[in-house]
């Protein structure tokens, strides 16, 4: 969360906020990556922007035809790197069309009326002009197969896909729902964890989350958590890793502390490919590694296993 800090040498900012774009900025490597940035006559940088066509693989490096990519599920042909797709285009892929989104309107209050740099009153506007979002959550509710269910995927763009009141309280809403139709709960994690300018609120989420997600584990209703790049701290430490079925997608980063701070902790240099779905299928911490084209077909065949009524 480096976008937290505050750079000494600038003047904060009030939440007059007219720059369209500079939320969760740990999701801007996106963008940037697929600009070119060659210098004008005059020396100044004049970018040449190729967002609308081309964007470069962070996995191989090739520069993929942006159509291309949208027709593989945003999945590098050369590669297999996985790009991250936002919560709307996850439910798309996974439901059934004719599904119903529910729960989008509710809003966080700025409860602890927080400011770093920027104001989080700020922040919201703009992640919410930016994504046509309220917060870093949609749930649906729709079919894989022949199968109800409830799904709720987050949404990274917004924040960094940080859970504070409102994604905990529409997780919440979205077990309530399982539990009175009894349709499987489907999660879509992508997260950076909790969301520190809620502070205290944002970790009751937590417990508010395990306490119905036990009531589900009571009522034999299916609970499967899908991890997708990246799924991170207070998210990885709680609803993330209690599904009864917990898979993710290839070379997806899943941990709670980032790869640095362990290192510097226990003075050790980590292994290969750590926190990585791979890594961490490996080591049991997964169920399994599914490629995003055969989500969908996988999802259906665990909920038939799972003796789901249709
Ligand atoms: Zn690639």
Redesign the pocket.
């Known amino acids: 969360m480096a976008w937290f800090k505050r750079p000494t040498n600038l003047p904060p900012q009030d939440n007059g906020d007219s720059n369209g774009d500079s939320n969760g900025d740990s999701n801007q490597d996106f963008g940037a990556e697929s600009t070119f940035a060659p210098v004008s006559d005059d020396g100044s940088p004049a970018r040449v922007r190729t967002e609308g066509l081309w964007v470069k693989?962070p996995?191989?490096r090739?520069i993929l035809f942006k159509a291309e990519l949208e027709a593989n599920l945003q999945v590098?042909a050369?590669?297999g790197?996985h790009f991250k797709i936002g919560a709307r285009e996850r439910i798309e892929l996974l439901l059934e069309p004719g599904f119903q989104i529910v729960d989008g309107n509710l809003r966080s209050t700025d409860p602890l009326h927080f400011a770093d740099i920027k104001t989080y009153k700020s922040r919201l506007a703009t992640a919410q002009k930016h994504t046509g979002l309220n917060d870093a959550i949609v749930t649906a509710l729709g079919k894989i197969g022949i199968h109800d269910v409830v799904l709720t995927a987050m949404e990274y763009a917004f924040i960094g896909g940080s859970m504070g009141a409102v994604v905990g309280e529409q997780i919440a809403r979205a077990i309530d729902r399982s539990l009175a139709s009894r349709h499987p709960l489907i999660i879509v994690a992508a997260s950076g964890g909790a969301r520190m300018m809620e502070g205290v609120v944002s970790l009751m989420q937590l417990a508010k989350i395990a306490v119905g997600l036990a009531q589900l584990d009571e009522a034999r209703i299916p609970y499967i958590c899908l991890l997708t790049d990246p799924t991170t701290g207070g998210v990885t430490a709680s609803f993330a890793m209690l599904g009864d079925l917990n898979i993710a997608e290839p070379g997806a980063l899943i941990g709670f502390a980032g790869p640095r701070v362990i290192e510097q902790t226990i003075r050790q240099k980590l292994p290969e490919g750590f926190q990585r779905s791979e890594f961490l299928l490996e080591h049991g911490f997964l169920d399994a590694v599914v490629p995003r084209s055969e989500l969908k077909s996988y999802l259906a065949r665990a909920l038939d296993f799972m003796a789901v009524p249709a």
Do not use: I, P, R, V
Request: charged letters at 10%; hydrophobic letters at 0%; a positive charge.
């Open positions: 693989c996995g191989c090739t590098c050369k590669c790197h």
